[in-house]
């Protein structure tokens, strides 16, 4: 297990690699020189310009500014200076990750507590009214794009006000007491969780859908019904036990998938995640800000993966054998 | 260099795959109906300017966020009309319309108006329908400059529909290509190649459509930006396709054809391209129409978030944009059912259509059929 965790972890090193080389390149081919336009703001004094310009070697070859950029982060763990906001870019992230989780977190718990019970319903009245009527939908909904279920409940929520329009805060947060807090936080996160969340739903039921079925076919589940169990038991106790198990391991995958699912939920909803960070940054010319946050995105894609594939190796040992 | 030559001439009756893929196509409901819808969502595409009453960006300043207009056959008196007419309407400045009854503009078949050309060439000014000027109809409404959304919709799936086609054809050929030279050829060539197509795929696709965007610069014409838009797309999805595609090739890389071709002498590019790719054909088809909806799909996103089509020109994705502040949702819904409902319609077509080929298409299914 140990050798299988750290060849996986091994793999990630050049990954990580290429793409902020990728990333990098981006930023070179990007028209506009930004020192230019930072030379034309008043606000930065050339002391900070001189400074800038010294860190990051921008007077020298571009492979000399890559490798710096690399050094940066290694040594300092320092991503650069975001240039709109005055700031250094792992500041900005780390606020912006920290809220993206917390999105993808909460889409994730909408995404399974409906996968799992609708998908068990689905197999337990194999082909019944409920199976028929889930397949339907979940064959209609996957051709609701994010923008539009977005702009729905968005409608919604200017329509009713049971809802927050946007943001992640109400004005008066901070005289809020500690229960009203997470209150308003979760008022807030409950429209943009349900637009990411809803995004995988429908393949998430169709696979518990299908795992439980498989197990319900098997002997041990026969053996427990001549046994006497009641049904509902015999699906609880056994069958659903052994078809959760495959599941586990979209975890990992499903975490990548909400992360990229979140940009759009966080534009139309001002969620101040990675994704609005990045527009921002992109509409500013923050081109440190556009790479640090493309990077930040792509290891916890990558973090999913990863725990998705390790999940996979703890619940099949062929796999860590290989 | 000698041909393999087709020496036998094949009985009529023979199944060619065509014609096993439109038998088994007939089957399903769903596809015919995904496919007629496609057939005439891609026809408005083309007829747009016909079928449009007004240019793509013809302003109206009297008529900001007008509602969508009634067509009427009775007039305010209790009177019959054989033509279907609307009323002109006045408004103030809070865009809430008031039909003035007193005057009838009737609804013309063939008008003449703005003059555009059919298909790009055909010089024209006819127009399916309109109204007496200077009356206006709005099927759907108008927007916040007062143009009238139908307008903008077709004119809008003119860049919204054909980008997925477009970026569909580059991808794909770059995906087989790139696919098909990893799996054939193997060793360095291959590794690099699959650890580009790793290195795309670790980068979530928002956040690399975004950063690709701002390789190019954010005021480009519109034009130029449905060029970047279609280099973007097609840059980000070829991956996926490749390392389908290069595990297909491994597979058939010993077939006994494969070898008889290697043994005649053909050049290796040639037995790509002319043998193997042609095996992956079915799965290939299938996957391009399931995957065109993403392409739509990220135009529009683009489009939404600003960094695509600007207007004045038109696309779902900035229709959608014009859309997304809290008072044109309240009060002017049209401005976001319209593109919605188009989207929606047309990702459901392409899925159906998609489903009902890969069963047509799945060899498993017409191994069975046939049997």
Redo the contacts between chains.
């Keep these: 297990m140990r050798t299988f965790l750290l060849r996986r972890l091994l793999q990630t090193i ?2 990580l690699f ?2 902020s080389a ?2 990098f390149l ?2 070179k ?4 020189d930004f020192l230019a336009t930072m030379a034309d703001n008043p606000q930065i004094s050339s002391a900070t310009l001189e400074a800038m310009r010294h860190r990051f070697g921008l007077d020298r070859p571009w492979w000399v500014q890559y490798f710096l950029y690399l050094k940066n982060i290694f040594l300092h763990f320092d991503f650069g200076e975001s240039f709109a906001r005055h700031q250094p870019v792992f500041e900005v992230l780390r606020t912006g990750l920290g809220n993206t989780l917390l999105l993808a977190s909460a889409a994730g718990l909408v995404t399974w507590g409906l996968a799992i019970p609708l998908g068990l319903l689905a197999a337990v009245r194999q082909y019944g009214v409920a199976d028929r009527a889930l397949s339907f939908a979940a ?2 909904w ?4 994010e ?2 279920s977005g ?2 409940l ?2 919604l929520a ?2 009713t006000g049971w809802f927050p ?1 946007g943001g992640m805060r109400d004005l008066d947060f901070e005289d809020f007491t500690a229960i009203q807090k997470l209150g308003d936080l979760l008022r807030h996160l409950a429209l943009p969780a349900i637009v990411v969340g809803m995004v995988p739903l429908a393949s998430r039921m169709r696979q518990m859908r299908a795992s439980l079925l498989d197990q319900l076919k098997l002997d041990y589940v026969t053996t427990a019904r001549a046994k006497g169990l009641p049904e509902h038991q015999v699906i609880t106790r056994h069958a659903l036990r052994n078809a959760l198990n495959p599941l586990i391991t979209l975890f990992g995958f499903t975490l ?1 998938s909400l ?2 699912g979140s ?2 939920a966080e ?2 909803f001002s969620w101040p995640g ?2 609005s960070i ?2 921002e940054a ?2 500013t010319h923050d ?1 440190y800000l ?2 640090g ?2 990077l930040m ?2 290891t ?3 973090a999913g ?1 990863l725990v998705a594939d390790v999940l996979l190796a703890v619940a099949d040992p062929r796999i860590r054998h290989d | 260099m000698t041909e393999p030559r087709a020496a036998v001439v094949l009985p009529l009756t023979v199944q060619t795959p065509a014609r096993v893929f439109w038998r088994a196509l007939r089957r399903s409901p769903l596809a015919i109906a995904g496919g007629a819808l496609l057939v005439v969502l891609y026809s408005m595409a083309l007829l747009a300017p016909f079928l449009a009453p007004y240019a793509e960006s013809d302003i109206d300043r009297e008529h900001f966020f007008h509602p969508p207009t009634p067509l009427h056959l009775r007039d305010a008196s209790g009177r019959w009309h054989a033509r279907p007419f609307v009323y002109g309407t006045q408004g103030g400045f809070d865009q809430r319309y008031t039909p003035d009854t007193s005057r009838r503009y009737a609804l013309q078949w063939f008008p003449r108006g703005a003059a555009y050309r059919l298909f790009g060439v055909v010089p024209c000014d006819r127009h399916l329908f309109g109204v007496e000027p200077p009356g206006r109809i709005f099927v759907l409404g108008a927007d916040d400059t007062g143009r009238d959304v139908w307008t903008r919709l077709l004119y809008g799936s003119q860049v919204s529909l054909t980008v997925g086609i477009v970026g569909i054809v580059i991808s794909f050929t770059l995906g087989l290509l790139l696919g098909g030279i990893s799996g054939y050829l193997g060793g360095w060539v291959d590794v690099v190649i699959m ?1 580009g197509t ?2 795309l795929l ?7 459509i ?9 005021d480009l014409p519109s034009q130029q930006t449905y060029l970047a838009i279609v280099a973007i797309l097609a840059f980000i999805g070829w991956a996926g396709l490749a390392r389908v595609i290069r595990g297909m090739v491994l597979s058939l890389r010993q077939a006994e054809y494969v070898l008889a071709a290697e043994a005649m002498g053909a050049s290796r590019l040639r037995i790509i391209v002319r043998h193997i790719l042609p095996n992956t054909m079915s799965f290939t088809i299938v996957a391009a129409t399931v995957a065109v ?1 993403g392409y739509i ?1 990220g135009e ?2 683009l489009s ?4 695509g089509v600007q207007p004045p020109a038109a696309s779902w994705g900035n229709m ?1 944009n014009a ?2 502040s ?1 008072r044109v ?2 009060s002017f ?1 049209w401005m ?1 059912l319209a593109p ?1 409902t188009a ?2 319609l047309t ?2 077509a392409f ?1 159906f259509f998609g489903d009902g080929l890969r069963d047509a298409l799945d060899p498993r299914r017409s191994a069975g059929g046939r049997g």
Excluded: D, H, K
Aim: a positive charge; charged letters at 5%.
């Design positions: 050049p990954l290429g793409i990728l990333t981006l930023l081919l990007a028209p506009g064959f209609v996957l051709s609701v794009p923008v539009l702009l729905l968005l409608w200017a329509a329009v990548g992360v990229s940009f759009v534009t139309i990675l994704g990045t527009l992109l509409n081109q556009v790479m946050s493309v995105a792509s916890v894609l990558i993966n | 650890r790793e290195l670790s980068i979530p696709g928002l956040y690399l975004v950063a690709l965007r701002g390789v190019f610069p954010l909806p799909l529009v996103f939404f978030l600003g960094l959608l859309a997304r809290q949702l309240t819904p976001l919605g989207i929606f990702v459901m899925n």
